[in-house]
């Protein structure tokens, strides 16, 4: 039995490495979190029989990196690293690595030149207490289902990574996975009520369906469980700092920006070289970085188009159906293609696969893009995994219900609640807020501005209509100084299904954004993030649906309250 701490700590991963499954278990400051879990694969890339020897070698891990974008663009990561190499009594050798970081735990197994096999299944997960409540996404190839709460002994079936669970008052486990490349499958989560372990397993209809191809030295994605209170898990960087680092040398090219986009409000409208030069002006009045041209563009205008964003500053997106991009001779041809016209980047659509061979694709796909410096943006795709460190130039992933389904359904304000807390933790998410105009929602107006901020995704796409957001002229001044990459981001306040408020910083300017689901309330702000006193500008909730612009103050001894009406919200610029 090994007992191994974090920096601080408060977090202890427990590791029993006397049987043939082997175990992990999780504590934060001496409380059980997981239970003892098993970590093993199946043969023949686990040995069989008892352990026979194991040797242990501790190191500390500190690491800084950047990133164009995200939650902050300055990383740091400072874990207890250990990893285990174990001989079985039929002589197979297998290491286990285990990092241990005041923000959780990850393991991965790695096994050494063993030829070519298939690999079937994990015997891997984290046993959760039974009285756990999740929140939790049912399974889809496009990850766009609706986040439920659901107490983990009445959930039953597949999930979408990563899951939230509630084990007691202020601890908390989100379970990812990290460092997923085109060796390996993307895993979902996997729950029966007779069973308390949250499984990572291969997609198929039936477990061992879809086995991963392995060949030579090989090693498994970690396996991550994010540990604390809220605060911990909203700020947490712990998929990208396990991932590997970038494969570009020079990253200035990158930049993330705010895109102007029609299909949402007018699915027409990128057949329309007209309206879609309209869309271009007004990103330029708006300062917005970016315009998407979605499904429906002709080669024929396009250049044409390109050349005179360029004019402006505005750079162009282009949608891509992937299978255009399957084949790599025909992918080269096509980017070089878009390359002469000028385009900045490509959003990718319809993968609807977390399978090995996809992921192959993705990596294909941003290596050549990279090569030309083109920025990425994968719709109908998985959830991020890490790629993003490795390839900065994906700038944001799908893989969430949107608002793009306020064209055909509706949207609960809890679901939105809960997305600060799960899927937009591990990495970017192109949910393209802000709709003002979907006549199917729930949200109040200061609800939509503040997805802004609350949501975050190196590329925002604003949905609306840009007619829409010229009749709000509150809403334009903000979407004019709100950013998509952020310096600095503090959890405030707020529980899943209830209410997020977060505040991020851009240099020196603070954006606090704030979202609430069910009965109106007052939200105390405490600004526990500012070293003095400031005045800035309110947005919220105004009567008959408008939005109300106010002068407020805040500042550590000036705390600020807000009346925020059922599922509605608010923005404060600072």
Known sequence: MYRLSSPSGSVTAVVDLCDDSQHLAIEREGRPVVHPSPIGLDAPLHGAGEVVDVTQDERHVAESFETPYGKRREHTYEAEATTFASTFADGTEAELDVYVSDDGVAYRRRVPEIGSVLLRAERGGFELPTRATGWLTPYAVNHEATVRRVPLSMADGEFCTPGLFEIRDDDWVLLAEAGVDANYHAARLHSQPEDPAVSFVHPGPEPGDRPVRVTGTFETPWRVAIVGDLGTIVESDLVPALSDGPAIGDTDWIEPGRVAWSWWSESASPTDVDRQREYVTYAAERGWEYVLVDEGWDEAWIPD??????????????????????????????????????????????????????????????????????????????????????????????GVQGAEHLKWATLTPEHNVALPYTRNVVGPMDYTPVTFSADSRHTTAGHELALSVVFESGL???????????????????????????????????????????????????????????????????????????????????????????????????????????????????
């Not at 255009?324 to 959003?347: F, P, T």
Request: aromatic share 10%; net charge negative; glycine share 10%.
């Open 305 to 398: 188009l390109v050349e005179d964003a360029a004019e402006r500053d505005v750079g162009v997106f282009l949608w891509a159906h992937w299978t255009d991009l399957h084949g790599a001779d025909e992918r080269r041809e096509l980017l070089d293609r878009w390359c002469e016209w000028g385009i900045d980047g490509v959003k990718i659509d319809f993968m609807d696969s977390d399978e090995q061979g996809m992921l192959q694709f993705y990596e294909a796909v941003l290596a050549d893009a990279a090569e030309r410096e083109l920025l990425v943006n994968f719709h109908g795709s998985t959830v991020p995994l890490g790629l993003r460190r490795k390839w900065p130039n994906v700038m944001t992933y799908e």
């Open 460 to 574: 925002q796409h604003f949905a609306d209509n840009i007619d829409e957001y010229a009749a709000r002229p509150h809403a334009e001044w903000f979407l004019e100084r709100v950013p998509a990459a952020w310096d600095e981001t503090r959890f405030l306040r707020g529980r899943p299904g209830s209410e997020a408020t977060l505040a991020r910083r851009r240099g020196q300017a603070w954006f606090v954004g704030c979202i609430v689901a069910g009965v109106g309330r007052t939200i105390d702000l405490a600004a526990t993030f500012l070293d003095d006193a400031r005045e800035g500008v309110l947005l919220r909730d105004g009567e008959n649906g408008s939005l109300e612009r106010t002068t407020a103050h805040l500042g550590p001894e000036t705390p600020l309250s807000v009346d925020v009406p059922a599922n509605g919200g608010f923005v404060l610029s600072l």
